[in-house]
C-alpha cells in the first residue's frame, strides 16, 4: 500500500521542474560550487563589515572550503572549521590545490576550540540550520568574536520550501512538512530505484538519518528568539528572500506564513562593545 | 605544522584555557583539564568526545 502510494507521490511529484543546483557531481565541483557562491555573496554584503583583508576570519561550517577560499583570498587570516572530517580533507585538499593559505580544524560550532574574541568576523554559511542545538552555537560565535567584530549568518529556515535540503531527489516543495517520514522515504526509494542506484532502500534510509539528525529545524522564529536570548548580539542587517520568486519578498515577513516564503535568512550581526 | 596564528588562537573546548602542542607535536594539550587532543594528518581534532584524558 505505501509503495504503490509512493510510486503515485513520485509520478505527481516529476510535474515539479527540478531544482537547479550546481556543483552536486562530485566534492571538487562542490567546492568549485560553493567558490563561485562565496565571492558572490562576498562581494554583495562586504560594506556591511569592510574588507577583509589582515582581519582573523572564522568558518564556521566551513563544509567543501570553496568559501573559505574566498574570504582567505581577500586578504583575510582564515581558520575553517567543521565537524566532519571528509568536509576537512576536502577543504584542504581545495585550497591546497589554490595555494591558498587556510588553517583547518574539526571543531563543534557549540563548543568551539578558541579564545574568547579571537576573530574579527564569523561566517556561518549554509550552517546554522545543521548545528544540533542553535541555541548553544550563535552564543558561542558571539563569544569568539571580538567586541564590534561581526557575524555573517547564511542558512535555510525549514519553513522553507527547500527545507528537507532533499531537493536533489524529491522536488515536491515543502515535501518535509507535507508528506509523513515514511512516505518520504518509500518516495526516496522509487527515486533512487529510478536513477539505478545499487541498494535504494538502504540509501533511503541513509537520507532519512540524515535528514532526521542533520537539521535542527530552525525557522526564522526561533532565530529571532535566540536573538532576543542574546543581547550582545545586534542586527546590523537582515534580509529575508524568498527561494524563486522575488515578488514574494513582502510575503516573507507575515508571521506565521512568512516561514513558508522565506527560502534564505540573511543576518549580519555586531557584537557589542 | 600548525601555524602560529592558529596556536596563539586555539583554546580547549571545554574550558576555554590556551592548549599547547606536546613535544612531538602529536597532540594539543590542556593542562587544566588534563585532556589531549590529537593532531592527525596536522589537523587539530578539537572535540571533546574525541579526547585522551591524561594520568
Same mark, same amino acid.
Given at each position: 500500500?505505501?509503495?504503490?502510494?509512493?510510486?503515485?507521490?513520485?509520478?505527481?511529484?516529476?510535474?515539479?521542474?527540478? !531544482?537547479?543546483?550546481?556543483? =552536486?557531481?562530485s566534492e571538487q565541483?562542490y567546492s568549485?560550487?560553493e567558490y563561485?557562491?562565496g565571492?558572490?555573496?562576498?562581494?554583495?554584503?562586504?560594506?556591511?563589515?569592510?574588507?577583509?583583508? @589582515?582581519?582573523?576570519v572564522l568558518d564556521i561550517g566551513c563544509g567543501l572550503g570553496g568559501k573559505t577560499a574566498v574570504y582567505a583570498?581577500?586578504? /583575510?587570516?582564515v581558520v575553517g572549521v567543521d565537524i566532519d572530517r571528509r568536509n576537512i580533507i576536502q577543504s584542504i585538499s581545495f585550497t591546497g590545490a589554490r595555494?591558498t593559505p587556510v588553517s583547518f580544524t574539526i571543531g563543534d560550532a557549540?563548543v568551539l576550540p578558541f579564545?574568547?574574541?579571537?576573530?574579527?568576523?564569523?561566517v556561518a554559511n549554509d550552517s546554522?540550520?545543521h548545528f544540533?542545538?542553535?541555541?548553544? /552555537?550563535?552564543?558561542?560565535?558571539?563569544?569568539?568574536?571580538?567586541?564590534?567584530?561581526?557575524?555573517?549568518?547564511?542558512?535555510?529556515?525549514?519553513?522553507?520550501?527547500?527545507?528537507?535540503?532533499?531537493?536533489?531527489?524529491? =522536488?515536491?516543495?515543502?515535501?518535509?512538512?507535507?508528506?509523513? &517520514?515514511?512516505?518520504?522515504?518509500?518516495?526516496?526509494?522509487?527515486?533512487?530505484?529510478?536513477? @539505478?542506484?545499487?541498494?535504494?532502500?538502504?540509501?533511503?534510509?541513509?537520507?532519512?538519518?540524515?535528514?532526521? !539528525?542533520g537539521?535542527? =529545524?530552525?525557522? !526564522?522564529?526561533?532565530?529571532?528568539?535566540?536573538?532576543?536570548?542574546?543581547?550582545?548580539?545586534?542586527?546590523?542587517? &537582515?534580509?529575508?528572500?524568498?527561494?524563486?520568486?522575488?515578488?514574494?519578498?513582502?510575503?516573507?515577513?507575515?508571521?506565521?506564513?512568512?516561514?513558508?516564503?522565506?527560502?534564505?535568512?540573511?543576518?549580519?550581526?555586531?557584537?557589542?562593545? | 605544522m600548525i601555524k602560529?596564528?592558529l596556536?596563539?588562537?586555539l583554546?580547549?573546548p571545554?574550558?576555554?584555557?590556551?592548549?599547547?602542542?606536546?613535544?612531538? @607535536?602529536?597532540?594539543l594539550?590542556?593542562?587544566?583539564?588534563?585532556?589531549?587532543y590529537p593532531i592527525e594528518d596536522d589537523i587539530p581534532i578539537m572535540l571533546?568526545d574525541r579526547a585522551?584524558?591524561?594520568?
Amino acid at each position: 500500500m505505501l509503495k504503490q502510494l509512493a510510486v503515485l507521490v513520485y509520478h505527481i511529484d516529476r510535474c515539479f521542474p527540478r !531544482t537547479r543546483v550546481e556543483g =552536486r557531481e562530485s566534492e571538487q565541483a562542490y567546492s568549485e560550487w560553493e567558490y563561485r557562491v562565496g565571492k558572490e555573496l562576498l562581494s554583495r554584503y562586504a560594506g556591511y563589515f569592510g574588507s577583509l583583508d @589582515g582581519r582573523r576570519v572564522l568558518d564556521i561550517g566551513c563544509g567543501l572550503g570553496g568559501k573559505t577560499a574566498v574570504y582567505a583570498e581577500s586578504g /583575510a587570516y582564515v581558520v575553517g572549521v567543521d565537524i566532519d572530517r571528509r568536509n576537512i580533507i576536502q577543504s584542504i585538499s581545495f585550497t591546497g590545490a589554490r595555494g591558498t593559505p587556510v588553517s583547518f580544524t574539526i571543531g563543534d560550532a557549540e563548543v568551539l576550540p578558541f579564545a574568547d574574541e579571537s576573530f574579527d568576523l564569523v561566517v556561518a554559511n549554509d550552517s546554522l540550520e545543521h548545528f544540533a542545538h542553535p541555541e548553544r /552555537a550563535l552564543p558561542e560565535l558571539a563569544r569568539v568574536v571580538r567586541p564590534g567584530g561581526n557575524i555573517f549568518l547564511f542558512f535555510t529556515p525549514w519553513g522553507s520550501p527547500l527545507g528537507s535540503h532533499l531537493y536533489d531527489y524529491i =522536488r515536491t516543495p515543502w515535501c518535509h512538512l507535507i508528506f509523513p &517520514e515514511r512516505l518520504m522515504e518509500a518516495v526516496l526509494e522509487v527515486v533512487l530505484q529510478r536513477q @539505478g542506484i545499487s541498494g535504494p532502500g538502504r540509501e533511503a534510509a541513509r537520507l532519512m538519518e540524515d535528514f532526521r !539528525t542533520g537539521l535542527n =529545524r530552525i525557522t !526564522t522564529a526561533r532565530y529571532h528568539r535566540i536573538l532576543e536570548g542574546t543581547p550582545v548580539l545586534e542586527t546590523v542587517m &537582515e534580509d529575508l528572500q524568498p527561494p524563486k520568486f522575488a515578488f514574494l519578498k513582502p510575503l516573507c515577513r507575515v508571521p506565521l506564513v512568512g516561514e513558508l516564503f522565506t527560502g534564505t535568512v540573511i543576518g549580519i550581526l555586531r557584537k557589542s562593545g | 605544522m600548525i601555524k602560529k596564528e592558529l596556536l596563539d588562537i586555539l583554546a580547549c573546548p571545554k574550558c576555554k584555557e590556551k592548549v599547547v602542542l606536546n613535544e612531538d @607535536g602529536s597532540y594539543l594539550v590542556c593542562g587544566k583539564c588534563r585532556l589531549r587532543y590529537p593532531i592527525e594528518d596536522d589537523i587539530p581534532i578539537m572535540l571533546i568526545d574525541r579526547a585522551e584524558t591524561m594520568k
